[in-house]
């Protein structure tokens, strides 16, 4: 099993920025796609980032593109979501996942593990 930890969510201004955190924990011989996702209250949960296990590959939903920026961190499994130019829209809990594939994919089904998730709130 693998265990991920999300940090750094908190209550910004619009147009401010937030750098999220993801630890994984576990099993965490082999090295992960990993991605960041959000969910608003009743809505499904979507897509914003993912990143190739090497961290040469990106993928971020349209929405996102050109202010939010993912990467990895030095340690293995460690992954970032540095989120600018924020909108009340982005109001959100956002959390991290950690797929055994290669591609980095867009897909929910094709994560296997998931964090518990942070808390975002953009103020205007």
């Known amino acids: 099993q693998v265990q991920l930890v999300e940090s750094g969510g908190g209550s910004v201004q619009l147009g401010g920025s937030l750098r999220l955190s993801c630890a994984a924990s576990g099993r965490t011989s082999s090295t992960y796609v990993m991605g960041w996702f959000r969910q608003a209250p009743g809505k499904e949960r979507e897509f914003v980032a993912a990143?190739?296990?090497?961290?040469?590959?990106?993928s971020y939903a349209d929405s996102v593109k050109g202010r939010f920026t993912i990467s990895r961190g030095n340690a293995k499994n460690t992954v970032y979501l540095q989120m600018n130019s924020l909108k009340p829209e982005n109001t959100t809990v956002y959390s991290c996942?950690?797929?055994?594939?290669?591609?980095?994919?867009?897909?929910?089904?094709?994560?296997?593990?998931w964090g518990q998730g942070t808390q975002v709130t953009v103020s205007s």
């Open positions: 996942a950690a797929d055994r594939g290669v591609v980095p994919s867009t897909r929910l089904v094709d994560y296997d593990y």
């Open positions: 990143i190739s296990q090497s961290g040469g590959r990106t």
